[in-house]
């Protein structure tokens, strides 16, 4: 376990898991990040996708020093599909929706890169929606950093 150069350096990995773990799936399921939605409308977005965003972090335990600390970091992993079938009830959506979930969760469940002292732990996360054909299920992802300043 290493001090992280990069405080978002788990992001471009956790980008690199989903893309080369769910690259078989039909249709192709698009890996993306927060900086390919800033200027996107729902409308023109690319589906079906997961979307990695950070969403914050937490100190949970710091030495009496302030020289080392342990960070929990929370990222979600947002599918977001889109099925005009049965738009009434948006059945159709939420079960693309479903099928692309359950991959990614056992993908990044117990995903362990060398920076992160634990591996990746599925923790409860934000309610999904649905809007006009589109569905968005968000999975939430807890990693532990130790950072030691030298």
Same mark, same amino acid.
């Given at each position: 376990?290493?001090?992280?150069?990069?405080?978002?350096?788990?992001?471009?990995?956790?980008?690199?898991?989903?893309?080369?773990?769910?690259?078989?799936?039909?249709?192709?399921?698009?890996?993306?990040?927060?900086?390919?939605?800033?200027?996107?409308?729902?409308?023109?977005?690319?589906?079906?996708?997961?979307?990695?965003?950070?969403?914050?972090?937490?100190?949970?335990?710091?030495?009496?020093?302030?020289?080392?600390?342990?960070?929990?970091?929370?990222?979600?992993?947002?599918?977001?599909?889109?099925?005009?079938?049965?738009?009434?009830?948006?059945?159709?959506?939420?079960?693309?929706? $479903?099928?692309? #979930?359950?991959?990614?969760? =056992?993908? +990044?469940?117990?995903?362990?890169?060398?920076? /992160?002292? %634990? !591996?990746?732990?599925?923790?409860?996360?934000?309610?999904? $929606?649905?809007? #006009?054909?589109?569905?968005? =299920?968000? +999975?939430?992802?807890?990693?532990?950093?130790? /950072?030691? %300043? !030298?």
């Amino acid at each position: 376990m290493n001090n992280p150069d990069n405080f978002l350096a788990l992001e471009p990995l956790l980008v690199a898991r989903l893309a080369e773990q769910l690259a078989d799936m039909n249709p192709k399921v698009h890996v993306l990040t927060a900086v390919d939605l800033a200027a996107v409308t729902e409308a023109t977005q690319v589906t079906p996708a997961i979307h990695v965003i950070y969403n914050g972090h937490r100190v949970t335990e710091s030495d009496s020093t302030g020289r080392k600390v342990r960070v929990e970091q929370t990222w979600l992993a947002v599918v977001a599909t889109r099925n005009m079938r049965q738009l009434a009830n948006g059945e159709a959506a939420r079960g693309d929706a $479903g099928r692309i #979930a359950a991959r990614a969760c =056992l993908e +990044l469940m117990g995903f362990k890169p060398a920076m /992160l002292s %634990k !591996p990746l732990r599925l923790v409860s996360g934000p309610n999904g $929606g649905f809007s #006009a054909g589109f569905q968005y =299920l968000p +999975l939430a992802f807890v990693a532990e950093l130790v /950072l030691t %300043k !030298p």
